[in-house]
């Protein structure tokens, strides 16, 4: 299914592109939206390489995901000069436990700043139910993501786990329940973005990882596709690590990426 018109993304995560850099001139209304759904992965090993990344590419980019590599390297307190220059965090570490450590996790997130939050949606239904409560009552509150099934992973690697459902096919079942419990947040390859579009409907925050340019490396992403795929099936914002972390020059790199995104915004 391809949608005529990109979804749109909730207001309260519709950030108003503030950098503390130098000012870049706006070429299109388009592509101001496309810096608001890009989300750069800072997947380093430390905060003096987060930061050169940062410095780099913040006249490009307004969202910036912190996951567990750096975030164990660093601490909390990697987030804090990211908040401080307007920055937007997508803090994905993927909180699977008992349902009340999950709530404990997800509150202590909300806490320090975080825009988005991520839980695997395979800790169950108990689970993600206490995940979104945690939620309840918090001023502005991030969004809770839900992770379905890893870009990593392919019908082969699900199983070797003894899932034989397609990878596809267990997204769908993941998102139902997730639903169920309450979450309007899901993270899945760009292959299911029209089938979770299709049952979350426009309310639905999709943050798509395994995003790869044409023509670049694709690592150990098995399920990918190009800015401008998952954007035609439903995605609300692209995650993009090593085609721009890992570019001779990252900021000329998300630059192509956004005009890219932008001719389908």
């Not at 950098?19 to 101001?32: D, H, I, K, Q, Y």
């Not at 997947?43 to 750096?70: H, M, T, Y």
């Not at 909300?110 to 918090?138: E, F, K, N, Q, Y």
Request: neutral net charge; aromatic residues 4%; charged residues 20%.
């Amino acid at each position: 299914m391809l949608y005529d018109s990109v979804m749109p993304i909730p207001e309260r995560l519709n950030p108003t592109f503030t950098s503390t850099g130098s000012p870049v001139p706006a070429r299109s209304n388009r592509l101001e939206e496309a810096r608001k759904r890009l989300i750069v992965a800072l997947d380093v090993p430390d905060a003096a390489s987060a930061s050169a990344l940062i410095a780099r590419l913040e006249d490009n980019c307004q969202w910036f995901k912190v996951g567990l590599e750096l975030f164990i390297a660093a601490g909390p307190s990697v987030l804090a000069p990211l908040l401080k220059r307007g920055h937007s965090i997508f803090l994905d570490l993927k909180f699977n436990d008992i349902p009340n450590t999950v709530a404990g996790a997800v509150r202590s997130a909300a806490a320090l700043g975080a825009r988005m939050i991520t839980v695997h949606a395979a800790g169950g239904p108990s689970m993600l139910a206490a995940a979104r409560a945690a939620l309840d009552g918090l001023p502005n509150p991030p969004q809770l993501l839900a992770v379905t099934v890893l870009t990593s992973m392919d019908a082969a690697q699900l199983s070797a786990i003894g899932l034989e459902r397609s990878p596809s096919q267990q997204v769908e079942w993941l998102a139902r329940m997730g639903l169920a419990a309450g979450i309007r947040g899901f993270v899945c390859s760009p292959r299911e973005v029209a089938s979770l579009r299709a049952l979350t409907g426009p309310e639905g925050v999709l943050v798509i990882p395994g995003i790869r340019p044409a023509g670049s490396a694709t690592g150990d992403q098995k399920r990918i596709a190009t800015p401008a795929e998952a954007l035609r099936q439903g995605a609300s914002f692209l995650v993009v690590g090593r085609p721009i972390t890992q570019a001779p020059d990252p900021a000329e790199a998300a630059e192509a990426i956004l005009k890219e995104m932008a001719e389908i915004l």
